[in-house]
């Protein structure tokens, strides 16, 4: 063996950076399973972090850019929030007015299914705004923008996309929420009574 050869890199090295790293997924993954149920707090969560966010920016006086494109991204999450997985207008074996919720006993219930579950649609939104919160600590980010017409085109893009998405939940007849639903009492239980044979 030559002195200037180099030497090979243990296996014990490389396989205990891969558990390391392997061992923090874990973890995270098991904090993320943990959050799922608390909902309230995970929103908490985000708008504390959101709020973070808007503070830096505004303290800084710029990333007007970054603040636009968090604003865009925000809102395609939430038209995915409230758009259903399948989509009734894309169905083409339906009358003109399309499939519509049942409004009788006797049609087909076919429940809400969401095209971006909440969790889904939280964890990405706290991604975005933590991406951003990032992208805020680079001066490369900073484009010297006319900020007035971003936001006045936001909010143009916000109420021209959420006007199509309400006339198409009133056209196919969903409502994205359950609060407000009417609920229906089941059948009394049975437990105890003896069966009928």
């Keep these: 063996m030559s002195a200037e050869e180099p030497e090979p890199k243990s296996e014990t090295q490389t396989s205990g950076c891969w558990q390391s790293i392997k061992s923090c997924n874990m973890m995270y993954q098991h904090l993320l399973d943990r959050s799922t149920p608390h909902v309230a707090v995970r929103w908490a969560v985000w708008l ?19 603040t636009y494109a968090l604003g865009i991204y925000l809102l395609n999450l939430f038209i995915a929030f409230l758009t259903p997985k399948i989509d009734p207008a894309q169905s083409f ?27 889904k649609f939280w964890y990405s939104a706290l991604r975005a705004v ?37 006339l198409h939940m009133i056209k196919y007849r969903y409502l994205p929420f359950t609060h407000g639903k009417t609920r229906y009492a089941g059948k009394p239980d049975a437990i105890g009574k003896p069966d009928d044979l």
């Excluded at 973070?52 to 800084?60: D, E, G």
């Excluded at 087909?108 to 971006?116: A, Y």
Aim: aromatic content about 20%; overall charge negative.
């Design 48 to 66: 504390l972090v959101t709020a973070l966010y808007f503070i830096r920016s505004f303290m800084l006086q710029g990333w007007h850019i970054v």
């Design 93 to 119: 074996d339906y009358d003109d007015d399309g499939p519509t919720l049942p409004l009788h006993a006797n049609e087909e219930f076919r429940p809400f299914i969401r095209r971006l579950p909440e969790f």
């Design 130 to 166: 933590l991406v951003a919160m990032v992208c805020t600590c680079f001066d490369a980010f900073n484009i010297p923008v006319f900020w007035p017409i971003l936001v006045m085109y936001f909010f143009i893009l916000f109420t021209l996309t959420m006007k199509k998405q309400i």
